[in-house]
Protein backbone atom coordinates (compact mmCIF):
# COMPACT_ATOMS: atom_id res chain seq x y z
CA UNK A 1 0.00 0.00 0.00
CA UNK A 2 1.39 2.80 -1.34
CA UNK A 3 0.59 6.61 -1.04
CA UNK A 4 -1.03 8.50 -3.64
CA UNK A 5 1.20 10.83 -5.14
CA UNK A 6 0.33 15.11 -5.38
CA UNK A 7 2.39 17.52 -6.28
CA UNK A 8 4.45 18.88 -3.20
CA UNK A 9 2.72 22.84 -3.79
CA UNK A 10 1.05 24.39 -5.94
CA UNK A 11 0.27 28.61 -6.28
CA UNK A 12 -1.93 31.13 -7.38
CA UNK A 13 -3.35 34.77 -7.67
CA UNK A 14 -6.34 35.70 -5.85
CA UNK A 15 -9.15 35.12 -8.29
CA UNK A 16 -7.77 32.53 -10.25
CA UNK A 17 -7.80 28.49 -10.54
CA UNK A 18 -5.87 25.77 -9.12
CA UNK A 19 -5.81 22.57 -9.38
CA UNK A 20 -4.34 19.65 -7.34
CA UNK A 21 -3.35 15.80 -8.88
CA UNK A 22 -3.73 12.55 -6.98
CA UNK A 23 -2.30 9.91 -8.80
CA UNK A 24 -2.67 5.68 -7.73
CA UNK A 25 -3.00 3.17 -9.13
CA UNK A 26 -6.09 0.39 -9.99
CA UNK A 27 -6.17 -0.96 -6.79
CA UNK A 28 -7.15 2.32 -5.60
CA UNK A 29 -7.92 5.92 -6.91
CA UNK A 30 -8.90 3.80 -10.43
CA UNK A 31 -10.56 1.14 -8.68
CA UNK A 32 -12.86 3.22 -7.01
CA UNK A 33 -14.91 5.96 -7.34
CA UNK A 34 -14.48 6.68 -3.37
CA UNK A 35 -11.77 9.79 -3.36
CA UNK A 36 -12.24 12.12 -0.24
CA UNK A 37 -10.31 15.45 -0.31
CA UNK A 38 -8.91 17.23 3.07
CA UNK A 39 -8.18 21.17 3.83
CA UNK A 40 -4.98 21.30 6.61
CA UNK A 41 -4.39 24.97 7.80
CA UNK A 42 -1.07 24.96 10.21
CA UNK A 43 -1.40 23.55 13.13
CA UNK A 44 -5.48 22.11 12.76
CA UNK A 45 -7.32 19.03 12.35
CA UNK A 46 -7.84 17.97 8.63
CA UNK A 47 -11.60 19.11 7.34
CA UNK A 48 -13.53 17.28 5.45
CA UNK A 49 -14.17 18.63 1.56
CA UNK A 50 -14.80 16.35 -1.04
CA UNK A 51 -15.52 12.18 -0.73
CA UNK A 52 -16.88 9.84 -3.50
CA UNK A 53 -14.77 12.07 -6.42
CA UNK A 54 -17.25 14.46 -7.27
CA UNK A 55 -19.64 15.22 -3.64
CA UNK A 56 -19.34 18.33 -1.40
CA UNK A 57 -20.15 18.16 2.30
CA UNK A 58 -22.61 20.55 3.47
CA UNK A 59 -21.23 24.04 3.94
CA UNK A 60 -18.60 23.23 1.72
CA UNK A 61 -18.44 26.48 -1.15
CA UNK A 62 -18.82 25.08 -4.86
CA UNK A 63 -15.56 26.72 -5.73
CA UNK A 64 -14.29 23.38 -4.60
CA UNK A 65 -14.74 20.72 -7.16
CA UNK A 66 -13.25 17.12 -7.74
CA UNK A 67 -12.88 15.07 -10.69
CA UNK A 68 -11.38 11.65 -11.94
CA UNK A 69 -10.17 10.11 -14.82
CA UNK A 70 -8.09 6.72 -14.55
CA UNK A 71 -5.80 6.58 -11.81
CA UNK A 72 -5.58 10.34 -11.35
CA UNK A 73 -8.02 12.26 -8.99
CA UNK A 74 -8.13 15.87 -9.25
CA UNK A 75 -9.18 19.16 -7.05
CA UNK A 76 -9.98 22.22 -8.25
CA UNK A 77 -10.34 25.26 -6.51
CA UNK A 78 -11.95 28.20 -8.65
CA UNK A 79 -12.06 31.53 -7.58
CA UNK A 80 -8.79 31.59 -5.43
CA UNK A 81 -9.12 33.22 -1.73
CA UNK A 82 -6.74 34.14 0.87
CA UNK A 83 -8.18 31.75 3.02
CA UNK A 84 -7.33 28.34 0.85
CA UNK A 85 -4.01 28.78 1.57
CA UNK A 86 -3.40 25.65 3.31
CA UNK A 87 -2.30 22.00 2.75
CA UNK A 88 -4.58 19.90 0.75
CA UNK A 89 -4.30 15.86 0.87
CA UNK A 90 -6.44 13.00 -0.91
CA UNK A 91 -7.62 9.79 0.32
CA UNK A 92 -8.52 7.09 -1.58
CA UNK A 93 -10.31 3.76 -0.45
CA UNK A 94 -8.14 0.48 -1.30
CA UNK A 95 -10.39 -2.17 -0.78
CA UNK A 96 -10.64 -4.43 2.11
CA UNK A 97 -11.53 -1.85 4.27
CA UNK A 98 -8.27 0.14 3.74
CA UNK A 99 -7.56 3.14 2.71
CA UNK A 100 -4.53 5.41 2.03
CA UNK A 101 -3.58 8.77 1.63
CA UNK A 102 -1.71 11.32 -0.48
CA UNK A 103 1.38 13.05 0.50
CA UNK A 104 -0.13 16.59 0.69
CA UNK A 105 0.15 19.51 -1.52
CA UNK A 106 0.86 22.67 -0.22
CA UNK A 107 -1.51 25.70 -1.93
CA UNK A 108 0.09 29.21 -1.92
CA UNK A 109 -2.41 32.13 -2.21
CA UNK A 110 0.07 34.56 -4.61
CA UNK B 1 -22.85 18.03 16.02
CA UNK B 2 -20.64 15.37 16.34
CA UNK B 3 -17.72 16.06 18.35
CA UNK B 4 -14.50 13.68 18.59
CA UNK B 5 -11.59 14.31 21.57
CA UNK B 6 -8.87 12.07 21.55
CA UNK B 7 -6.95 11.81 25.43
CA UNK B 8 -3.49 10.16 26.15
CA UNK B 9 -0.57 10.09 28.06
CA UNK B 10 1.87 12.78 26.44
CA UNK B 11 4.83 10.99 25.96
CA UNK B 12 5.60 7.40 25.58
CA UNK B 13 8.74 5.63 25.85
CA UNK B 14 10.84 3.71 23.02
CA UNK B 15 9.40 0.14 22.88
CA UNK B 16 6.47 0.57 25.22
CA UNK B 17 2.90 1.00 24.29
CA UNK B 18 1.02 3.42 23.16
CA UNK B 19 -2.64 3.86 24.00
CA UNK B 20 -5.26 6.81 23.56
CA UNK B 21 -8.54 7.06 23.57
CA UNK B 22 -11.44 8.82 21.27
CA UNK B 23 -14.54 10.55 23.26
CA UNK B 24 -17.34 10.62 20.95
CA UNK B 25 -20.22 13.41 21.82
CA UNK B 26 -23.19 13.49 19.52
CA UNK B 27 -23.51 10.40 17.77
CA UNK B 28 -23.63 6.78 19.43
CA UNK B 29 -21.27 4.63 18.13
CA UNK B 30 -22.87 1.62 18.44
CA UNK B 31 -25.97 2.75 15.86
CA UNK B 32 -23.35 2.99 12.75
CA UNK B 33 -20.52 4.07 11.04
CA UNK B 34 -16.62 2.84 10.79
CA UNK B 35 -14.56 4.61 13.64
CA UNK B 36 -10.31 5.36 12.84
CA UNK B 37 -7.39 6.95 13.38
CA UNK B 38 -4.70 8.12 11.49
CA UNK B 39 -1.84 9.98 11.95
CA UNK B 40 0.49 12.80 11.14
CA UNK B 41 4.30 13.02 11.78
CA UNK B 42 5.78 16.71 12.57
CA UNK B 43 5.97 18.74 8.92
CA UNK B 44 4.68 15.33 7.20
CA UNK B 45 1.53 13.63 5.48
CA UNK B 46 -1.37 11.69 6.47
CA UNK B 47 -1.09 7.60 7.70
CA UNK B 48 -4.19 5.53 7.44
CA UNK B 49 -3.64 3.59 10.94
CA UNK B 50 -6.77 1.42 11.07
CA UNK B 51 -10.68 1.61 11.59
CA UNK B 52 -12.77 -0.58 13.16
CA UNK B 53 -16.83 -1.10 12.49
CA UNK B 54 -19.50 -0.50 15.08
CA UNK B 55 -20.23 -3.83 14.96
CA UNK B 56 -16.36 -4.64 16.07
CA UNK B 57 -14.89 -5.76 12.66
CA UNK B 58 -11.59 -4.68 12.30
CA UNK B 59 -8.99 -3.08 9.55
CA UNK B 60 -5.56 -1.88 9.68
CA UNK B 61 -2.71 -0.63 8.06
CA UNK B 62 -0.70 -3.52 6.70
CA UNK B 63 2.96 -1.79 7.23
CA UNK B 64 1.25 -1.43 11.32
CA UNK B 65 -0.80 -4.38 11.40
CA UNK B 66 1.37 -6.48 13.61
CA UNK B 67 1.17 -3.72 16.46
CA UNK B 68 -2.05 -2.19 16.21
CA UNK B 69 -5.31 -2.69 18.40
CA UNK B 70 -8.37 -0.90 17.68
CA UNK B 71 -11.17 -1.47 19.64
CA UNK B 72 -14.37 0.15 20.68
CA UNK B 73 -16.57 0.92 24.32
CA UNK B 74 -20.15 1.44 23.45
CA UNK B 75 -20.94 1.84 27.57
CA UNK B 76 -18.58 4.78 27.37
CA UNK B 77 -19.29 5.57 23.34
CA UNK B 78 -15.88 5.85 22.85
CA UNK B 79 -13.07 4.14 21.44
CA UNK B 80 -9.14 3.26 21.65
CA UNK B 81 -5.78 2.54 19.74
CA UNK B 82 -2.81 0.97 21.18
CA UNK B 83 0.78 0.43 19.16
CA UNK B 84 3.07 -1.69 20.84
CA UNK B 85 7.23 -1.71 20.33
CA UNK B 86 7.28 1.92 19.66
CA UNK B 87 10.17 3.86 18.32
CA UNK B 88 10.86 7.58 17.52
CA UNK B 89 9.54 6.93 13.77
CA UNK B 90 5.65 6.61 15.48
CA UNK B 91 6.12 10.09 17.28
CA UNK B 92 3.33 12.00 15.31
CA UNK B 93 0.21 13.63 15.59
CA UNK B 94 -2.74 11.14 15.95
CA UNK B 95 -6.11 12.27 15.05
CA UNK B 96 -9.25 9.99 15.43
CA UNK B 97 -11.98 10.24 12.83
CA UNK B 98 -15.54 9.33 11.86
CA UNK B 99 -15.54 7.14 9.12
CA UNK B 100 -18.23 6.98 6.06
CA UNK B 101 -18.30 3.79 4.11
CA UNK B 102 -21.49 2.53 2.20
CA UNK B 103 -24.56 4.41 1.76
CA UNK B 104 -23.35 7.76 3.32
CA UNK B 105 -20.60 7.59 0.99
CA UNK B 106 -16.71 7.30 1.56
CA UNK B 107 -14.41 9.52 3.88
CA UNK B 108 -13.35 10.69 7.08
CA UNK B 109 -15.90 13.25 7.98
CA UNK B 110 -15.75 14.45 11.49
CA UNK B 111 -12.07 14.79 13.17
CA UNK B 112 -11.01 15.17 16.34
CA UNK B 113 -8.31 18.24 17.24
CA UNK B 114 -5.56 16.08 17.68
CA UNK B 115 -2.77 14.77 20.18
CA UNK B 116 0.92 15.23 19.60
CA UNK B 117 2.28 11.59 21.21
CA UNK B 118 6.16 12.14 20.89
CA UNK B 119 8.29 8.92 21.66
CA UNK B 120 11.14 9.57 23.49
CA UNK B 121 13.24 8.25 26.21
Known amino acids: QSALTQPRSVSGSPGQSVAISCTGT?????????VSWYQQHPGKAPKFMIY???KRPSGVPDRFSGSKSGNTASLTISGLQAEDEADYYC??????????FGGGTKVTVL | QVQLQESGPGLVKPSETLSLTCAVS?????????WGWNRQPPGKGLEWIGN???????SYNPSLKSRVTISLDTSKNQFSLTLSSVTAADTAVYYC??????????????WGQGTLVPVSS
Open chain 1, 91 to 100: CSYAGDYTWV
Open chain 2, 52 to 58: IYYSGRT
Open chain 1, 26 to 34: SSDVGGYNY
Open chain 2, 97 to 110: ARVRGGGNGYGFDY
Open chain 1, 52 to 54: DVI
Open chain 2, 26 to 34: GYSIGSGFY
